[in-house]
């Protein structure tokens, strides 16, 4: 199979990937490709550092405001529709660029994962969901290592969302996701995909996303969260469970103080930069850049270049 070759800047959220993105995109007539679980989803704009609509007329983007919060938007449907825009953003002569920190869409489309749709039943994870909340994420993780110890070896314990998912695929299917994953069919898009990884000290990236939450707090996102309770759109949906959002609908029920609410936020996207750091060290083929030392746009560029074109640089 001759692969098709592509790029994508990985890295931790607050590492910069958004803003040198657009920098290379138009250095290199690139369009992107976000990579971004919550960006797919329509309104939920501050509180996933959505690029704004008027610089995406400048550079177009991909895979942002798919669908709306309530509707279901799976592994399987990113795979496909990332894609299907590779393949249109070629046919005009642009380069894509993938950009993004969600790890498991990456898998599904460069690694042949196994991006199939599973059964699903709101009801079962919503009885595990409850369940985590009346007597504690480490007993549903206990439970999750008892029919699945692979997957629960793989999940925090404090990831509610994904634990409940995969009991809910072992309560309908009478199969560990584990298995299901390692007997399934899986699809090879046939991209030559390199990791173009961008880092800071771990210090240096908490900073940034204590300065970059205040600043989300401080101006629309609070709005937001209210704009969306008030058409309906609250934490029965997984999007607006999401890191910072669940914080502020607790803030507008009164559960938590807006102090209470920001600090959990800051806490929870520490905890995430932790795990993504974790992840994306495992990611092949990867070159490496230090954004503490300089912003690396020139031999980024160039790495881009010499892996889209190989022998050609006229781009």
Same mark, same amino acid.
Request: with cysteine; proline share 4%; hydrophobic share 35%.
């Given at each position: 199979?001759?692969?098709?070759?592509?790029? #994508? !800047?990985?890295? *931790?959220?607050?590492?910069?990937k958004?803003?040198?993105?657009?920098? $290379?995109?138009? =250095?290199?007539? +690139?369009?992107?490709?976000?990579?971004?679980?919550?960006?797919?989803?329509?309104?939920?704009?501050?509180?996933?550092?959505?690029?704004?609509?008027s610089?995406?007329?400048?550079?177009?983007?991909?895979?942002?405001d798919?669908?709306?919060?309530?509707?279901?938007?799976?592994?399987?449907?990113?795979?496909?529709?990332?894609?299907?825009?590779v393949?249109?953003?070629?046919?005009?002569?642009?380069?894509?660029?993938?950009?993004?920190?969600?790890?498991?869409?990456?898998? #599904? !489309?460069?690694? *042949?994962?196994?991006?199939?749709?599973?059964?699903?039943?709101?009801? $079962?994870?919503? =009885?595990?969901? +409850?369940?985590?909340?009346?007597?504690?994420?480490?007993?549903?993780?206990?439970?999750?290592?008892?029919?699945?110890?692979?997957?629960?070896?793989?999940?925090?314990?404090n990831?509610?969302?994904?634990?409940?998912?995969?009991?809910?695929?072992?309560?309908?299917?009478?199969?560990?996701?584990?298995?299901?994953?390692?007997?399934?069919?899986?699809?090879?898009?046939?991209?030559?995909?390199?990791?173009?990884g961008?880092?800071?000290?771990?210090?240096?990236?908490?900073?940034?996303?204590?300065?970059?939450?205040?600043?989300?707090?401080?101006?629309?996102?609070?709005?937001?969260?209210?704009?969306?309770?008030?058409?309906?759109?609250?934490?029965?949906?997984?999007?607006?469970?999401?890191?910072?959002?669940?914080?502020?609908?607790?803030?507008?029920?009164?559960?938590?103080t807006?102090?209470?609410?920001?600090?959990?936020?800051?806490?929870?996207?520490?905890?995430?930069?932790?795990?993504?750091?974790?992840?994306?060290?495992?990611?092949?083929?990867?070159?490496?850049?230090?954004?503490?030392?300089?912003?690396?746009?020139?031999?980024?560029?160039?790495?881009?270049?010499?892996?889209?074109?190989?022998?050609?640089?006229?781009?």
């Amino acid at each position: 199979m001759n692969r098709q070759p592509v790029v #994508a !800047l990985i890295g *931790a959220t607050a590492v910069g990937k958004t803003a040198l993105s657009l920098s $290379v995109a138009e =250095k290199l007539n +690139a369009e992107v490709i976000s990579v971004d679980s919550r960006q797919v989803y329509r309104y939920m704009d501050v509180g996933t550092d959505k690029i704004p609509a008027s610089l995406r007329r400048e550079i177009p983007h991909h895979l942002i405001d798919v669908v709306d919060p309530d509707e279901k938007f799976t592994v399987s449907d990113f795979a496909e529709k990332a894609s299907q825009a590779v393949s249109r953003i070629y046919a005009r002569n642009r380069i894509p660029l993938f950009v993004g920190g969600t790890p498991f869409y990456y898998n #599904a !489309l460069f690694h *042949a994962s196994l991006n199939a749709d599973l059964p699903s039943d709101s009801d $079962v994870r919503g =009885k595990y969901e +409850a369940l985590a909340n009346s007597q504690g994420a480490e007993l549903l993780h206990m439970r999750l290592a008892e029919v699945d110890p692979e997957t629960a070896g793989r999940l925090h314990k404090n990831d509610i969302q994904r634990v409940s998912r995969a009991l809910e695929i072992y309560d309908l299917t009478g199969k560990a996701p584990s298995q299901i994953y390692s007997e399934g069919t899986k699809r090879d898009y046939g991209f030559d995909i390199l990791y173009i990884g961008l880092s800071r000290s771990r210090q240096e990236l908490f900073e940034r996303i204590e300065i970059r939450l205040e600043q989300e707090y401080s101006s629309d996102f609070p709005a937001e969260v209210e704009w969306l309770l008030n058409h309906g759109f609250d934490d029965r949906f997984n999007p607006l469970k999401g890191l910072g959002y669940k914080e502020l609908i607790d803030y507008s029920r009164g559960k938590l103080t807006f102090t209470n609410a920001l600090e959990i936020s800051i806490s929870r996207t520490k905890a995430f930069c932790r795990r993504q750091q974790t992840w994306f060290k495992k990611f092949a083929p990867a070159v490496w850049f230090d954004m503490s030392e300089s912003s690396h746009e020139v031999e980024i560029i160039d790495t881009i270049r010499k892996h889209i074109c190989k022998e050609d640089s006229s781009i």
